[in-house]
T-cell receptor
Framework: GDSVTQMEGPVTLSEEAFLTINCTYT??????LFWYVQYPGEGLQLLLK?????DKGSNKGFEATYRKETTSFHLEKGSVQVSDSAVYFC????????????????FGKGTKLSVKP | GAGVSQSPSNKVTEKGKDVELRCDPI?????LYWYRQSLGQGLEFLIY????????KSGLPSDRFSAERTGGSVSTLTIQRTQQEDSAVYLC???????????????FGPGTRLTVT
């Protein structure tokens, strides 16, 4: 079945450092790819998405490019801030009725990011 | 506009009791999902509703779990005879529309933290 693998944390960085969180996936159909973020004490928020190969999703200085050839969707940010401290989840959603999918999200296990001032 | 709301935010119950968790999706969203977030299992898909169609129950962990959606809007997740392993955060998400070959991002509520003692 479909699955998502992301790098395990925790990841600790200094402010203004470069961030990469690796994410790879397996899917039978044509998935959309997402990064969700969960700030301390809050719910899941959509950070960015990409719906087809070579699409780049971006938001709040974060970027990720849908790479079909390497089945990857790595999250990057050039200069992290303390306020970026959160847990980041990579997820995919296969198209409805492809491989039995109902469009539900399949998540990686999450990567906790701590940014120190 | 208003986001997805869930109630209660916290629920503590004794083992063996039944609990009901409520979700109000974003107005106009026809697709509704329930997920469970626990330390050991990460984020797991539970059940999916599309409009007034019969739900996809493929993710429910046991027959003690059931859900209904009234009028294509509000949903209730019921756990009967709760067990300690049911302790988790239960998340509801809604999406504008799901259909064959389509996939849309999902918007999450704040969750209900269930503790079974």
């Amino acid at each position: 079945g479909d699955s998502v693998t992301q790098m395990e944390g925790p990841v600790t960085l200094s402010e203004e450092a470069f961030l990469t969180i690796n994410c790879t996936y397996t899917a039978t159909g044509y998935p959309s790819l997402f990064w969700y973020v969960q700030y301390p004490g809050e719910g899941l928020q959509l950070l960015l998405k990409a719906t087809k190969a070579d699409d780049k999703g971006s938001n709040k200085g974060f970027e990720a490019t849908y790479r079909k050839e390497t089945t990857s969707f790595h999250l990057e940010k050039g200069s992290v801030q303390v306020s970026d401290s959160a847990v980041y989840f990579c997820a995919l959603s296969d198209r409805v009725n492809y491989g039995g999918s109902q469009g539900n999200l399949i998540f990686g296990k999450g990567t906790k990011l701590s940014v120190k001032p | 506009g208003a986001g997805v709301s869930q109630s209660p935010s916290n629920k503590v119950t004794e083992k063996g009791k039944d609990v009901e968790l409520r979700c109000d999706p974003i107005s106009g969203h026809t697709a509704l999902y329930w997920y469970r977030q626990s330390l050991g299992q990460g984020l797991e898909f539970l059940i999916y509703f599309q409009g007034n169609s019969a739900p996809d129950k493929s993710g429910l962990p046991s027959d003690r779990f059931s859900a209904e959606r009234t009028g294509g809007s509000v949903s209730t997740l019921t756990i009967q005879r709760t067990q300690q392993e049911d302790s988790a955060v239960y998340l509801c998400a809604s999406s504008p529309r799901q259909g064959r070959g389509l996939s849309y991002e999902q918007y999450f509520g704040p969750g209900t933290r269930l503790t079974v003692t």
